[in-house]
Protein backbone atom coordinates (compact mmCIF):
# COMPACT_ATOMS: atom_id res chain seq x y z
CA UNK A 1 0.00 0.00 0.00
CA UNK A 2 1.93 2.76 -0.90
CA UNK A 3 1.62 6.48 -0.85
CA UNK A 4 3.30 7.80 -3.76
CA UNK A 5 2.25 10.96 -5.08
CA UNK A 6 1.32 9.43 -8.82
CA UNK A 7 -1.32 11.58 -10.62
CA UNK A 8 -4.75 9.93 -10.20
CA UNK A 9 -6.14 8.95 -13.70
CA UNK A 10 -9.68 10.73 -14.17
CA UNK A 11 -11.46 12.17 -17.23
CA UNK A 12 -12.68 10.84 -20.53
CA UNK A 13 -10.88 7.60 -21.87
CA UNK A 14 -11.14 7.57 -25.84
CA UNK A 15 -10.30 3.72 -26.41
CA UNK A 16 -12.57 1.29 -26.81
CA UNK A 17 -12.25 -1.64 -23.99
CA UNK A 18 -11.89 -0.58 -20.56
CA UNK A 19 -8.37 -0.03 -18.61
CA UNK A 20 -9.76 -1.15 -15.55
CA UNK A 21 -12.29 -3.49 -15.00
CA UNK A 22 -13.62 -4.39 -11.29
CA UNK A 23 -15.61 -7.10 -9.93
CA UNK A 24 -18.02 -7.81 -7.25
CA UNK A 25 -18.22 -11.44 -6.94
CA UNK A 26 -21.14 -12.23 -5.60
CA UNK A 27 -23.85 -15.15 -5.40
CA UNK A 28 -21.62 -18.34 -4.51
CA UNK A 29 -23.75 -19.16 -1.56
CA UNK A 30 -26.63 -19.27 -3.75
CA UNK A 31 -25.47 -20.89 -6.64
CA UNK A 32 -24.48 -23.91 -4.04
CA UNK A 33 -27.89 -23.72 -2.56
CA UNK A 34 -29.80 -24.24 -5.86
CA UNK A 35 -27.78 -27.45 -6.40
CA UNK A 36 -28.31 -28.57 -2.74
CA UNK A 37 -24.68 -27.79 -2.00
CA UNK A 38 -22.82 -26.55 1.22
CA UNK A 39 -21.92 -22.58 0.60
CA UNK A 40 -18.83 -23.64 1.06
CA UNK A 41 -18.57 -25.23 -2.28
CA UNK A 42 -19.93 -22.37 -3.85
CA UNK A 43 -16.85 -20.65 -3.01
CA UNK A 44 -14.18 -23.40 -3.87
CA UNK A 45 -15.79 -22.90 -7.37
CA UNK A 46 -16.39 -18.85 -6.92
CA UNK A 47 -12.02 -19.77 -6.71
CA UNK A 48 -12.03 -21.44 -9.93
CA UNK A 49 -14.24 -18.64 -11.77
CA UNK A 50 -11.75 -16.21 -10.38
CA UNK A 51 -8.67 -18.77 -11.87
CA UNK A 52 -11.04 -18.14 -15.66
CA UNK A 53 -11.02 -14.66 -15.15
CA UNK A 54 -7.91 -13.54 -14.41
CA UNK A 55 -6.69 -15.98 -17.57
CA UNK A 56 -8.95 -13.84 -19.61
CA UNK A 57 -8.94 -10.60 -18.76
CA UNK A 58 -4.80 -11.04 -19.24
CA UNK A 59 -5.94 -12.79 -23.07
CA UNK A 60 -8.17 -9.61 -23.02
CA UNK A 61 -5.30 -7.40 -22.67
CA UNK A 62 -7.19 -6.17 -19.49
CA UNK A 63 -4.58 -3.97 -17.51
CA UNK A 64 -6.39 -3.88 -13.99
CA UNK A 65 -8.36 -5.69 -12.60
CA UNK A 66 -9.15 -5.90 -9.40
CA UNK A 67 -11.44 -8.20 -7.61
CA UNK A 68 -14.12 -8.27 -4.46
CA UNK A 69 -13.02 -10.99 -2.29
CA UNK A 70 -13.98 -10.38 1.67
CA UNK A 71 -15.23 -7.12 2.30
CA UNK A 72 -15.00 -5.20 6.06
CA UNK A 73 -18.80 -6.57 6.74
CA UNK A 74 -18.39 -9.85 5.71
CA UNK A 75 -17.06 -10.33 9.77
CA UNK A 76 -20.66 -10.39 10.31
CA UNK A 77 -20.81 -14.37 8.96
CA UNK A 78 -20.78 -17.76 10.60
CA UNK A 79 -16.84 -17.90 11.97
CA UNK A 80 -17.12 -21.25 10.05
CA UNK A 81 -17.88 -19.73 6.58
CA UNK A 82 -14.94 -17.18 7.42
CA UNK A 83 -12.52 -19.53 8.07
CA UNK A 84 -13.31 -21.32 4.72
CA UNK A 85 -12.79 -18.09 2.98
CA UNK A 86 -9.66 -17.11 4.58
CA UNK A 87 -8.07 -20.67 3.59
CA UNK A 88 -9.58 -20.60 0.34
CA UNK A 89 -7.56 -17.39 0.07
CA UNK A 90 -4.36 -19.52 1.26
CA UNK A 91 -5.15 -21.67 -1.14
CA UNK A 92 -5.00 -19.56 -3.78
CA UNK A 93 -1.72 -17.43 -2.87
CA UNK A 94 0.07 -21.07 -1.97
CA UNK A 95 -1.24 -23.14 -5.09
CA UNK A 96 -1.38 -20.27 -7.99
CA UNK A 97 1.41 -17.17 -6.65
CA UNK A 98 3.94 -19.20 -8.88
CA UNK A 99 1.89 -19.45 -12.12
CA UNK A 100 0.20 -16.02 -11.77
CA UNK A 101 4.02 -14.92 -11.37
CA UNK A 102 5.18 -17.02 -14.70
CA UNK A 103 2.26 -14.80 -16.62
CA UNK A 104 3.46 -11.14 -15.61
CA UNK A 105 0.85 -10.75 -13.06
CA UNK A 106 1.47 -8.19 -10.58
CA UNK A 107 -0.53 -8.77 -7.36
CA UNK A 108 -1.28 -5.95 -5.26
CA UNK A 109 -3.72 -5.76 -2.24
CA UNK A 110 -6.00 -3.14 -1.06
CA UNK A 111 -7.86 -3.12 2.72
CA UNK A 112 -7.41 -3.25 6.55
CA UNK A 113 -4.19 -5.39 7.05
CA UNK A 114 -3.95 -4.37 10.93
CA UNK A 115 -5.87 -7.77 12.64
CA UNK A 116 -5.37 -9.95 10.09
CA UNK A 117 -3.23 -13.40 11.40
CA UNK A 118 -0.21 -13.39 10.47
CA UNK A 119 0.33 -16.42 7.95
CA UNK A 120 -2.35 -14.35 5.60
CA UNK A 121 -0.16 -11.01 6.03
CA UNK A 122 2.62 -12.83 5.34
CA UNK A 123 1.08 -14.54 2.19
CA UNK A 124 0.03 -10.99 1.25
CA UNK A 125 3.10 -9.32 0.97
CA UNK A 126 4.94 -12.45 -0.50
CA UNK A 127 2.38 -12.12 -3.43
CA UNK A 128 2.89 -8.43 -3.56
CA UNK A 129 6.59 -8.64 -3.51
CA UNK A 130 7.48 -11.69 -6.09
CA UNK A 131 5.31 -9.87 -8.29
CA UNK A 132 6.00 -6.47 -8.15
CA UNK A 133 8.26 -5.85 -11.03
CA UNK A 134 5.51 -7.72 -13.55
CA UNK A 135 4.19 -5.41 -16.32
CA UNK A 136 1.70 -7.77 -17.95
CA UNK A 137 -1.99 -7.52 -15.59
CA UNK A 138 -2.31 -5.86 -12.31
CA UNK A 139 -4.48 -7.98 -9.91
CA UNK A 140 -5.75 -6.06 -7.07
CA UNK A 141 -6.88 -8.41 -4.53
CA UNK A 142 -9.76 -6.12 -2.07
CA UNK A 143 -9.26 -8.07 0.71
CA UNK A 144 -10.84 -6.99 4.35
CA UNK A 145 -12.13 -3.84 2.27
CA UNK A 146 -14.11 -1.78 2.46
CA UNK A 147 -14.83 1.99 0.86
CA UNK A 148 -15.80 3.70 4.20
CA UNK A 149 -13.22 2.40 6.29
CA UNK A 150 -10.65 2.85 3.84
CA UNK A 151 -11.78 6.35 3.21
CA UNK A 152 -11.40 7.22 6.71
CA UNK A 153 -7.99 5.78 6.84
CA UNK A 154 -7.17 8.29 4.67
CA UNK A 155 -8.86 11.06 6.26
CA UNK A 156 -6.77 9.71 9.86
CA UNK A 157 -3.45 10.55 7.88
CA UNK A 158 -4.00 13.74 6.64
CA UNK A 159 -5.68 14.51 10.02
CA UNK A 160 -2.12 13.60 11.59
CA UNK A 161 -0.28 15.21 9.04
CA UNK A 162 -2.63 18.99 10.02
CA UNK A 163 -1.90 18.02 13.77
CA UNK A 164 1.94 17.88 12.99
CA UNK A 165 1.96 21.14 12.16
CA UNK A 166 3.16 19.35 8.04
CA UNK A 167 -0.25 20.49 6.21
CA UNK A 168 -2.41 23.27 5.83
CA UNK A 169 -6.27 22.11 6.17
CA UNK A 170 -6.76 24.16 3.03
CA UNK A 171 -4.46 22.28 0.75
CA UNK A 172 -6.77 19.02 0.90
CA UNK A 173 -9.04 18.76 -2.00
CA UNK A 174 -10.49 15.76 -3.86
CA UNK A 175 -6.81 14.69 -5.56
CA UNK A 176 -5.26 15.12 -2.14
CA UNK A 177 -7.89 12.62 -0.15
CA UNK A 178 -7.54 10.16 -3.41
CA UNK A 179 -3.53 9.93 -2.86
CA UNK A 180 -3.79 8.71 0.63
CA UNK A 181 -6.15 6.03 -0.07
CA UNK A 182 -5.00 2.36 -0.63
CA UNK A 183 -3.39 2.21 -3.97
CA UNK A 184 -3.72 6.04 -4.80
CA UNK A 185 -1.42 5.28 -8.59
CA UNK A 186 -4.23 3.14 -10.09
CA UNK A 187 -6.36 4.60 -12.33
CA UNK A 188 -10.34 4.08 -11.35
CA UNK A 189 -12.08 1.37 -12.40
CA UNK A 190 -13.83 2.44 -15.75
CA UNK A 191 -16.02 -0.75 -15.50
CA UNK A 192 -17.31 -2.64 -12.13
CA UNK A 193 -19.39 -5.92 -12.71
CA UNK A 194 -21.00 -7.53 -10.08
CA UNK A 195 -22.67 -11.19 -10.51
CA UNK A 196 -25.66 -12.41 -8.83
CA UNK A 197 -28.44 -10.18 -9.79
CA UNK A 198 -27.85 -7.67 -6.77
CA UNK A 199 -27.78 -3.93 -7.60
CA UNK A 200 -25.36 -2.01 -5.18
CA UNK A 201 -21.84 -1.59 -4.37
CA UNK A 202 -21.53 -2.85 -0.84
CA UNK A 203 -19.01 -0.40 0.23
CA UNK A 204 -16.76 -0.90 -2.76
CA UNK A 205 -14.75 1.38 -4.17
CA UNK A 206 -17.16 4.24 -3.80
CA UNK A 207 -14.64 7.24 -4.06
CA UNK A 208 -12.64 5.28 -7.39
CA UNK A 209 -16.08 4.24 -8.73
CA UNK A 210 -17.75 8.27 -9.49
CA UNK A 211 -17.84 7.88 -13.37
CA UNK A 212 -17.65 4.13 -13.20
CA UNK A 213 -20.06 2.41 -15.64
CA UNK A 214 -22.00 -0.70 -13.77
CA UNK A 215 -22.82 -3.46 -14.95
CA UNK A 216 -25.26 -6.32 -12.88
CA UNK A 217 -25.35 -9.94 -14.46
CA UNK A 218 -28.26 -11.87 -13.31
CA UNK A 219 -25.73 -15.13 -13.30
CA UNK A 220 -24.13 -16.41 -9.98
CA UNK A 221 -20.28 -15.66 -9.48
CA UNK A 222 -19.17 -19.63 -10.02
CA UNK A 223 -20.58 -19.57 -13.06
CA UNK A 224 -18.87 -16.69 -15.17
CA UNK A 225 -16.32 -16.89 -17.61
CA UNK A 226 -14.65 -15.88 -20.31
CA UNK A 227 -18.23 -14.82 -22.72
CA UNK A 228 -19.42 -13.23 -19.50
CA UNK A 229 -16.68 -10.79 -19.04
CA UNK A 230 -16.59 -10.20 -22.79
CA UNK A 231 -20.69 -9.62 -22.80
CA UNK A 232 -20.05 -7.11 -20.14
CA UNK A 233 -17.45 -5.42 -22.17
CA UNK A 234 -19.62 -5.23 -24.72
CA UNK A 235 -22.32 -3.55 -23.06
CA UNK A 236 -19.99 -0.98 -21.44
CA UNK A 237 -18.79 -0.35 -25.13
CA UNK A 238 -22.37 0.74 -25.93
CA UNK A 239 -22.31 3.21 -22.91
CA UNK A 240 -21.54 6.81 -22.94
CA UNK A 241 -18.74 8.17 -20.71
CA UNK A 242 -19.33 11.67 -20.42
CA UNK A 243 -17.61 12.99 -17.25
CA UNK A 244 -20.31 15.96 -16.64
CA UNK A 245 -19.35 17.33 -19.95
CA UNK A 246 -21.29 16.68 -23.13
CA UNK A 247 -21.72 13.90 -25.26
CA UNK A 248 -18.79 13.99 -27.81
CA UNK A 249 -21.03 14.25 -30.86
CA UNK A 250 -22.82 17.55 -29.40
CA UNK A 251 -19.35 18.81 -27.88
CA UNK A 252 -17.88 19.62 -31.69
C1 LIG B 1 -19.67 -13.97 -2.71
O1 LIG B 1 -20.71 -14.87 -2.57
C2 LIG B 1 -18.48 -14.31 -1.86
C3 LIG B 1 -18.27 -13.38 -0.73
C4 LIG B 1 -19.05 -12.40 -0.39
C5 LIG B 1 -17.08 -13.59 0.06
P1 LIG B 1 -21.70 -14.84 -1.33
O2 LIG B 1 -21.15 -15.69 -0.25
O3 LIG B 1 -22.03 -13.46 -0.93
O4 LIG B 1 -22.96 -15.55 -1.96
P2 LIG B 1 -24.48 -15.14 -1.76
O5 LIG B 1 -24.62 -13.69 -2.06
O6 LIG B 1 -24.81 -15.48 -0.34
O7 LIG B 1 -25.22 -16.01 -2.74
C1 LIG C 1 -20.00 -8.12 -1.44
O1 LIG C 1 -20.89 -9.17 -1.40
C2 LIG C 1 -18.66 -8.57 -0.91
C3 LIG C 1 -17.90 -9.47 -1.76
C4 LIG C 1 -18.26 -9.91 -2.94
C5 LIG C 1 -16.62 -9.88 -1.22
P1 LIG C 1 -21.87 -9.41 -0.16
O2 LIG C 1 -22.61 -10.67 -0.47
O3 LIG C 1 -21.10 -9.39 1.10
O4 LIG C 1 -22.81 -8.14 -0.21
P2 LIG C 1 -24.28 -7.91 0.35
O5 LIG C 1 -24.27 -8.30 1.81
O6 LIG C 1 -25.21 -8.78 -0.43
O7 LIG C 1 -24.55 -6.46 0.12
MG1 LIG D 1 -23.47 -12.12 -1.44
Given amino acids: MSNAAAPVTQGPDRSDGPVHV?????GNGRWAAARGL????????GVEALRRVVRAAHDLGIRYLTIFSFSSENWSRP????????????RFIR???ATLHGD????RVIGERAGLESDIC???NEAEELTRDNTKLNLIVAFNYG???EIARAAQRLAREVAEGRRDPSSIDADTLGHYLDAPDIPDPDLIIRTSGEQRLSNFLMWQSAYSELVFLPIHWPDFDKAALEGAIAEYARRERRFGGLAAKTAS
Fill in 79 to 90: ASEIGDLFGLLR
Fill in 22 to 26: AIIMD
Fill in 104 to 107: GVRV
Fill in 38 to 45: PRAEGHRR
Fill in 95 to 97: NDL
Fill in 122 to 124: ALL
Fill in 147 to 149: SRQ
